[in-house]
């Protein structure tokens, strides 16, 4: 595969740079930019999400790149999304990763961390170290990596020496090899220094000259030159000196990072080999003798499978494998010791706020000083650091309240014996009162009527004493009064009637307070029980010997309306019966007996007074005589008028 190139570009007696990058297999190339500006607990920044959203840009358009931009990333949204590249990238993919933000130097430990969005200033629990950084990058499978960091103190991430690179001459006949060989390399913007947050443009000054190298490159970058591009601008804008070097510890075998835009890409046609194949054997050998890369000693077999140096290839095969597996051994190692190390200042974290949780509520239990204060302590921490000495004050703090709930119930017994001796005296003193007002009007009636008797009996003295009056002689014939008219009733239809014809307002309660009431106009009665709303029916217009009648059913009552004469209205009202005959509604037993009467007789004709009436004795003689003969021919008798007299 790429070995078969490398071998075919070493015997290439001049390569241009364009021609060996159109024969190189640069796989596939993925970028994870972050971008924070939006700090919880730390100084906001201006420019780091412009940059990261400019760089993103660039190479999406211009080097198409496979972009995940994060913006104002948190550690766990960081750890993630290089957690998942890692499962996705092949061996002979890219990666770049871009961060801006802020950063901070551990001085005791000497190791550089990038802070995100969440990270507190005094508790790294959030910070994301070079050595996670470095871990990920050493398990990433990725051929080529680099990562640029525009942040304070981000030397740190790389080694003192700086990647060897060669002239321009060698570069162009080594170009090859710098594709196929592993890189892990960082590009950094300052050494242990902090660095400027604004360099004109909305960028950063790093960022600046950043986006200027990548936009004026027209064919192959590789990381030193873009490195060396924007070394000299930076320090002459700012205090701060840009570095490049390969990354500790990170599995760096002498590549580099390639930006290579997509016209570079095309591939000529394929040359002929100049060589035997005893030379491109050498050749080939030549360039992977000093690899630890087994892939490489295994390219070499799959080419020359009876080559000359077979047998040391799969010598070296099997040491580098062994060295690998070792090698990735030490590596869980010190990643499972890393993680324990990172779990167990979590736990520490996390009990430290926990603990000053417990404090924050303990203190606020002391401030309020009561039971449940206290119990509320104790259902949150039942074995906290202070849930003896809560028990205990829980306790007291019951019994005082204990004592005060019974001193005020004592004062509010008091407080109600006083005010019903108060009430008792008041009544005593009105009840006295009245009783002497009528004591006092009792006398002066007894004084009033001795008075009166004692007048009438002056004027009865002296109407004796008056002489008799002479007597008139009487007429033979006596004079015959003449007898007075009967008024004639009319019969006039319920539904023509004006509102002054009839009553407004008849209800079964003296008081007209509860109970049933009657609204009644020229075409409408509405009917009201207790409180609830008027309801209305339409008055029927019926009449029977003169009389208008209607129905009216609401509930468990039935109540009847029917007009007598010309001024007035007479109702019956009826409660419901149950099957046993006895009365369902409110009224009383005589009253609900009568209703019963009426109701087994279908009598709906018949009439009854308003109770706060007392019927006249021939009213009563004519309701008796109803109930023998039924509905008479004549006009009701009801009330005393005119009106109500037989035609």
């Not at 629990?125 to 981000?154: E, K, P, Q």
């Not at 690179?165 to 390399?185: D, G, M, Q, Y």
């Not at 306790?395 to 014996?417: N, Y």
């Not at 207790?530 to 217009?541: A, F, L, R």
């Amino acid at each position: 595969m790429g070995w078969v190139r490398l071998v075919a570009f070493i015997l290439c007696l001049a390569p241009q740079l364009a021609q060996a990058a159109g024969e190189v297999s640069f796989g596939r190339y993925h970028a994870v930019i972050i971008g924070n500006n939006d700090y919880a607990n730390l100084p906001d920044l201006t420019t780091a999400i412009g940059d990261a959203r400019a760089v993103a840009k660039i190479l999406r358009q211009e080097y198409s790149f496979e972009i995940k931009l994060l913006i104002d990333a948190t550690r766990n949204q960081v750890i993630n999304t290089l957690a998942r590249l890692r499962a996705k990238l092949t061996p002979n993919d890219n990666l770049l990763i871009y961060f801006a933000g802020h950063g901070v130097l551990d001085s005791y430990s000497d190791e550089g961390y990038w802070l995100p969005v969440d990270a507190d200033e005094d508790t790294p629990a959030n910070w994301v170290s070079n050595g996670d950084v470095t871990n990920m990058l050493r398990a990433i499978r990725a051929r080529h990596v680099l990562v640029v960091a525009d942040s304070c103190y981000s030397g740190t991430l790389v080694r003192a020496a700086p990647v060897k690179i060669k002239t321009a001459e060698e570069r162009s006949v080594w170009f090859k090899r710098l594709a196929a060989k592993r890189s892990r390399t960082a590009l950094v913007s300052g050494g242990l220094e902090p660095v400027t947050d604004a360099g004109g443009g909305g960028h950063s000054v790093f960022a600046k000259a950043f986006l200027a190298a990548l936009r004026d490159n027209r064919d192959v970058l590789d990381g030193h030159s873009l490195f060396t591009a924007i070394r000299r601008p930076v320090a002459l804008e700012a205090e701060q000196t840009p570095r490049y070097a390969d990354i500790r510890r990170a599995g760096h075998d002498g590549g580099d990072f390639l930006f290579v835009r997509p016209e570079s890409m095309a591939k000529p046609a394929a040359t002929k080999p100049a060589f035997d194949a005893r030379a491109m054997d050498l050749a080939f050998w030549t360039s992977i003798s000093q690899s630890r890369d087994p892939a490489a000693f295994k390219a070499y077999l799959a080419q020359f499978p009876k080559g000359t140096f077979a047998a040391v290839a799969l010598l070296k095969i099997n040491e580098l494998e062994a060295d690998s597996v070792a090698a990735e051994n030490q590596r869980q190692a010190a990643q499972k010791i890393q993680e324990e190390a990172a779990a167990r200042a979590q736990e520490a974290a996390r009990a430290s706020a926990e603990a000053e949780a417990e404090e924050a509520l303990w203190r606020s239990v002391v401030a309020g000083h009561t039971s449940a204060s206290f119990q509320t302590y104790l259902a949150t921490y039942p074995e906290g650091r202070h849930a003896a000495e809560a028990r205990q004050r829980e306790s007291v703090a019951a019994q005082r309240e204990t004592a005060a709930a019974a001193r005020a119930a004592a004062a509010l017994e008091a407080e109600r014996r006083r005010v019903a001796e108060a009430r008792a005296q008041a009544v005593a003193e009105k009840k006295a009162k009245r009783e002497a007002e009528r004591a006092q009007k009792e006398a002066e009636d007894r004084a009033a009527a001795a008075e009166d008797a004692r007048r009438r009996a002056i004027a009865a003295a002296k109407e004796t004493a008056k002489p008799p009056k002479a007597p008139k002689l009487a007429a033979l014939t006596p004079a015959i009064a003449k007898p007075a008219p009967v008024p004639q009733p009319k019969a006039i239809p319920l539904a023509r009637l004006k509102p002054t014809d009839l009553l407004g307002v008849w209800s079964d309660r003296c008081d007209s307070e509860y109970g049933r009431r009657l609204i009644i106009g020229p075409n409408k009665v509405g009917f009201q029980d207790g409180h609830s709303d008027i309801d209305e029916w339409t008055v029927s217009d019926m009449l029977i010997d003169g009389f208008a009648q209607v129905t009216i059913k609401a509930g468990l009552n039935t109540i009847e309306l029917v007009r007598n004469g010309d001024s007035a209205i007479s109702v019956i009202h009826h409660s419901r019966l149950d099957d046993k005959g006895e009365c369902k509604g409110g009224s009383s037993f005589a009253r609900c007996k009568n209703q019963q009467l009426f109701y087994r007789k279908f009598l709906w004709k018949t009439l009854r007074l308003d109770r706060c009436q007392l019927p006249a004795p021939q009213d009563v003689a004519r309701l008796a005589d109803y109930l023998k003969e039924g509905w008479p021919r004549q006009r009701s008798p009801v009330g005393t008028g005119a009106d109500d007299a037989a035609p």
